[in-house]
């Protein structure tokens, strides 16, 4: 089954500056898709990025995919203290079950 | 257009009992998926259904747990006799038909369950 692996597994930035998560995986897809998880609450859709793109905007999101190299970046520009959270992606194969395969995230903490 | 409801938010149970999760998908949406969260890891997928059919049960423990998502009402997470191990958060998502991989989920606000 797909599962991504997020790396770092934390980052502690200061407000204003820029955070990078990398995302790895090892089967071919059909998308791969971030979300984001506040403390204590369910899972946010933040960007979908398909497999003939390489590169997506929403934001101050920026998302890139290198299906050769089988992994996906975020990018959140001029991070703010409330992208505190961790951030996860899900790379979906192209049949199978519509599950998402979460890994441990990217535990974001943007300090004021 | 009210998100994803789970109730109840917090559930305290002791060993043996039942626990019983409620979730009410968005309103068009017939695909709900339930996740399991342990401390400091990621959801990991317990079961998929679409309206009184279960798709994908591939990550439910063999024992204690079933799920349903009838024709009218909530999806129900239902454990049998808990055990402390069952203690975690236990998360719905729901999307709406026909998207097949591009489908994005959207989740609720999870229930925790606290296992005495």
């Known amino acids: 089954s797909q599962q991504g692996e997020e790396d770092p597994q934390a980052l502690s930035i200061q407000e204003g500056e820029n955070a990078t998560m990398n995302c790895s995986y090892k089967?071919?897809?059909?998308?791969l898709q971030w979300y984001r998880q506040n403390s204590g609450r369910g899972l946010v859709h933040l960007i979908l990025?398909?497999?003939?793109?390489r590169e997506k905007h929403s934001g101050r999101l920026r998302v890139t995919l290198d299906t050769s190299k089988k992994s996906s970046s975020l990018l959140i520009t001029a991070s703010r203290a409330a992208d505190t959270a961790s951030y996860f992606c899900?790379?979906?194969?192209?049949?199978?079950?519509?599950?998402?395969?979460f890994g441990k995230g990217t535990k974001l903490t943007v300090n004021p | 257009n009210a998100g994803v409801m789970q109730n109840p938010r917090h559930l305290v149970r002791r060993r043996g009992q039942e626990a019983r999760l409620r979730c009410s998908p968005m309103?068009?949406?017939?695909?709900v998926y339930w996740y399991r969260q342990l401390p400091e890891e990621g959801l990991k997928f317990m079961v998929y259904?679409?309206?009184?059919?279960?798709?994908?049960e591939s990550g439910m423990p063999k024992e204690r747990f079933s799920a349903e998502f009838p024709k009218e009402g909530p999806s129900i997470l239902r454990i049998q006799q808990v055990v402390r191990g069952d203690s975690a958060a236990y998360f719905c998502?729901?999307?709406?038909?026909?998207?097949?991989?591009?489908?994005?989920?959207?989740f609720g606000a999870g229930t925790r369950l606290s296992v005495l």
């Open positions: 899900a790379p979906r194969g192209q049949g199978g079950s519509e599950k998402l395969v």
């Open positions: 990025i398909r497999s003939n793109e």
């Open positions: 998502a729901s999307s709406p038909p026909g998207a097949g991989p591009n489908n994005i989920q959207y």
């Open positions: 259904l679409q309206k009184e059919n279960i798709i994908d």
């Open positions: 089967t071919s897809i059909n998308n």
């Open positions: 309103k068009g949406h017939s695909h």
